[in-house]
């Protein structure tokens, strides 16, 4: 079982050995994200297994172990390392089964990778050691083993709709989700900025108008 004796910064970037993968590593760095790439199942658990990465971001589609099935292994292993899946949106629900409350995440391809590293840079902020599955964010609390929200100590019903638009807010809480990235991940078919801005009003009524700020242009803002 891996150990994490000291803070590191570094992820484990498993991913099939393409072009395009090769452009997101080089991407990542221009970012900051300090990267070790691999091109395979194997390669990633190896890796895992030896050089105690903060974090491990893992594509659904990698060649070698199945890697939603792999998901088990990795969290047997490094139950510490957090991880973040790369999977298309037909093999969203899958992935979603073998996710760890809120110590893990996913993002789905096609992906922005300016998205992806505000979401690696979200777990690191986290740590390795998540206890709880409950989320806050000042007084606005989300169980994500249970689904419920709570504002002020009181419970609020959400929609699944209404739950997903504030779990895709609370990835990067206090930055900019654009209603493009919102709406790949909100919903399975694409989604006008006018239901995005439909959506946001639903939320704002229920969780406090005051904790979803609106970027002119850009996006919205969850107040951390």
């Known amino acids: 079982m891996l150990r994490h004796d000291s803070p590191n910064d570094r992820v484990l970037l498993a991913l099939p050995s393409t072009a395009a993968s090769a452009s997101v590593v080089r991407s990542l760095r221009a970012e900051g994200v300090n990267i070790s ?3 395979d199942g194997i390669a990633a658990l190896d890796a895992l297994r030896h050089s105690d990465p903060a ?11 199945d890697p939603v099935g792999m998901l088990a292994t990795v ?19 899958a992935v979603l089964a073998q996710l760890r409350g809120d110590r893990d995440d996913y993002v789905v391809r096609p992906f922005a990778v300016d998205e992806l590293a505000a979401r690696i840079r ?24 249970f689904g419920e929200v709570a504002v002020d100590g009181r419970p609020v019903s959400l929609s699944p709709t209404e739950y997903a638009l504030l779990m895709a807010l609370m990835a990067t809480p206090g930055e900019v989700v654009p209603p493009s990235r919102i709406a790949r991940e909100v919903w399975s078919e694409p989604a006008s900025p006018n239901l995005v801005q439909v959506y946001i009003s639903y939320l704002r009524r229920k969780i406090g108008p005051e904790r979803i700020r609106t970027v002119r242009g850009e996006g919205y803002v969850l107040e951390a």
């Open 122 to 145: 979200f777990r690191l902020r986290l740590g390795p050691h998540v206890d709880s599955t409950v989320l806050r964010r000042g007084e606005l609390t989300v169980d994500t083993e």
């Open 75 to 93: 969290h047997m292993e490094a139950p510490d390392v957090p991880v973040v899946v790369v999977t298309p949106r037909e093999r969203r629900a």
């Open 55 to 65: 974090l491990l971001v893992l594509d659904a589609e990698l060649p070698g172990p």
């Open 37 to 39: 790439p691999v091109g």
